[in-house]
T-cell receptor
């Protein structure tokens, strides 16, 4: 069974600095990983994804890196903005990580 | 226009009651899902339907019964509600099963 783990429950970052959110997985098959962002009292919204044939995918301030040998992916947000404060989930094959609460301080 | 909508947004009910949550998507997607987010904030897949057919049924009590009258709707009926059913339930849809999912706003169910 696929497991997706986000071991950092929360992260606090100063506005303008880089936020790095991490995710580990167990399944090694060809795959597609997604990051979602969730504000309180709303449903998750898609942020960025990466296919396992790539090492990196970039979209504006958001970049996701995939390290297949370590079975690890990370989401980089730079520069971080107060509006980025939310819960971030990584997902693979309908399995979600526990989420990381990001707080960006102004 | 709201892409994925759920009703009601809040639902407070007594133990033992039967309740339904409705979900509709206007994205033309073929696949719809129900997730449960428990008190520890874990998002767990419960069911998935593709073109009105059940394709995923995780370990969920029989008291939970999804119904898909057409591919734009996936409703969740819960019988004999228990305290442990209190959670936020999210509906979602996607074009393909491994594709980006679009989530509804959630239904917060509180069982007293």
């Amino acid at each position: 069974d696929q497991q997706v783990k986000q071991n950092s429950p929360s992260l606090s970052v100063q506005e303008g600095r880089i936020s790095i959110l991490n995710c580990d997985y167990t399944n090694s098959m060809f795959d597609y990983f997604l990051w979602y962002k969730k504000y309180p009292a709303e449903g998750p919204t898609f942020l960025i994804s990466i296919s396992s044939i790539k090492d990196k995918n970039e979209d504006g301030r958001f970049t996701v890196f995939l390290n297949k040998s370590a079975k690890h992916l990370s989401l980089h947000i730079v520069p971080s903005q107060p509006g980025d404060s939310a819960v971030y989930f990584c997902e693979n094959k309908l399995v979600f990580g526990a989420g990381t609460i990001l707080r960006v301080k102004s | 226009d709201t892409a994925v909508s759920q009703t009601p947004k809040y639902l407070v009910t007594q133990m033992g009651n039967d309740k339904s949550i409705k979900c509709e998507q206007n994205l033309g997607h073929d696949t719809m899902y129900w997730y449960k987010q428990d008190s520890k904030k874990f998002l767990k897949i419960m069911f998935s339907y593709n073109n009105k057919e059940l394709i995923i049924n995780e370990t969920v009590p029989n008291r939970f019964s999804p119904k898909s009258p057409d591919k734009a709707h996936l409703n969740l009926h819960i019988n004999s509600l228990e305290l442990g059913d209190s959670a936020v339930y999210f509906c979602a849809s996607s074009q393909l099963r491994t594709d980006t999912q679009y989530f509804g706003p959630g239904t917060r169910l509180t069982v007293l």
